[in-house]
């Protein structure tokens, strides 16, 4: 069994900046792909950002240039740095960790984005 548990989040003024982070509860972050997902109120649950086991890295089109992911191997934490942030981007934000046919899910952070 995983654990995942996120930190971070917050209320932040549009422009503004946050860093999630992901801490798992094994060594599992270079076997497995680990992503972050969002979901808004009445919106599906989607994906913001991942990066493979071998260290490739992807976005949603929504985040390019704004949001980045990287990982710690030693600390076993994987890191959403979100810059000029939007209204849109208010949603809980998920940590998951895949490797088929496994898939762990952190418990979520809340990130509202609000004058």
């Known amino acids: 069994q995983v654990q995942l548990v996120e930190s971070g989040g917050g209320l932040v003024q549009p422009g503004g900046s946050l860093t999630l982070s992901c801490a798992a509860s094994?060594?599992?972050?270079?076997?497995?792909?680990m992503g972050w997902y969002r979901q808004a109120p009445g919106k599906q649950r989607e994906l913001v950002a991942g990066?493979?086991?071998?260290?490739?890295?992807n976005y949603a089109d929504s985040v390019k240039g704004r949001f980045t992911i990287s990982r710690d191997i030693p600390k076993n934490t994987v890191y959403l740095q979100m810059n000029s942030l939007k209204p849109e981007d208010t949603a809980v934000y998920y940590c998951?960790?895949?490797?088929?046919?496994?898939?762990?899910w952190g418990q979520g952070t809340q990130v509202t984005v609000s004058s």
């Open positions: 998951n960790a895949f490797n088929h046919p496994r898939s762990y």
């Open positions: 094994r060594n599992i972050i270079v076997i497995y792909t």
């Open positions: 990066i493979t086991s071998g260290g490739v890295t």
